[in-house]
C-alpha cells in the first residue's frame, strides 16, 4: 500500500492525527502507529521523533518525498501539512 492510499484510507477511517503536537501526544498515550512527515519539515521535528524511535520501537516513521503543501492537499486540508500520525487499532487493546 502506497503512503498516499494509507492516508486517505487513515482519513476516511477517522484514525488521521494532523500536527506535530497532536501527533505526539498520542505517540505519549502510544495510539499512533506511523508517523509521516514532509520532506521540508522543520529539522526540530526530525530529530525529535528520531530521538523517540530510538528508546521506542512501537511506530515506523516516514520522511515523505512530498513537502508541507502537497501533503496538506492529500489532506484534503486548506493549510500546509509537516506531520501526521495514523492511529494503531486501538479495538484490540485490552
Do not use: Q, R, W
Amino acid at each position: 500500500m502506497t503512503y498516499t492510499t494509507e492516508i486517505k484510507k487513515a482519513k476516511n477511517e477517522d484514525k488521521l492525527v494532523i500536527g506535530y503536537k497532536k501527533t505526539l501526544k498520542e505517540l505519549g498515550k502510544g495510539n499512533i502507529a506511523k508517523v509521516f512527515l514532509s520532506n521540508n519539515a522543520p529539522d526540530f521535528m526530525k530529530s525529535k521523533f528520531n530521538k523517540i524511535k530510538k528508546s521506542s520501537k512501537n511506530f515506523t516513521y516516514f520522511i515523505l518525498t512530498i513537502d508541507n503543501t502537497e501533503l496538506g492537499t492529500l489532506c484534503k486540508k486548506p493549510f500546509s501539512v509537516s506531520c501526521l500520525g495514523i492511529k494503531s487499532d486501538t479495538k484490540n487493546k485490552a
